[in-house]
């Protein structure tokens, strides 16, 4: 059974910075996109950032620049670099991963930036 694997979120000061991790354990036959979402309370989920299985990543505007998402291909893992955090980024993390026209999330971390 595939299972996505995600780091710790944690509480944060603004302007700070955190990684978040999410590593893909179990059988899984190719993986095409890695991505993060994050759904803050009383909101919908929001795509944050996407990374194809060639490198090209694209961004949400309110993280340009401050976030970056990466790719360990070789661990099935796909990382997020946040620095300048804002408040408004305090949200729950699920990372996704797309195989085989199929996505599977993991189970969400939770980012809290204090003001």
């Known amino acids: 059974q595939v299972q996505l694997v995600e780091s710790e979120g944690g509480l944060v000061q603004a302007g700070g910075s955190l990684k978040l991790s999410c590593a893909v354990s179990g059988n899984i036959f190719k993986i095409n996109n890695m991505g993060w979402y994050r759904q803050a309370p009383g909101k919908q989920r929001e795509l944050v950032a996407t990374?194809?299985?060639?490198?090209?990543?694209h961004y949400a505007d309110s993280v340009k620049g401050r976030f970056t998402i990466s790719r360990d291909s070789a661990k099935n893992t796909v990382y997020l670099q946040m620095n300048s955090l804002k408040p408004e980024d305090t949200a729950a993390y699920y990372c996704n991963v797309m195989s085989r026209g199929l996505g599977i999330w993991g189970q969400g971390t939770q980012v809290t930036v204090s003001s």
């Open positions: 990374i194809t299985s060639e490198g090209s990543s």
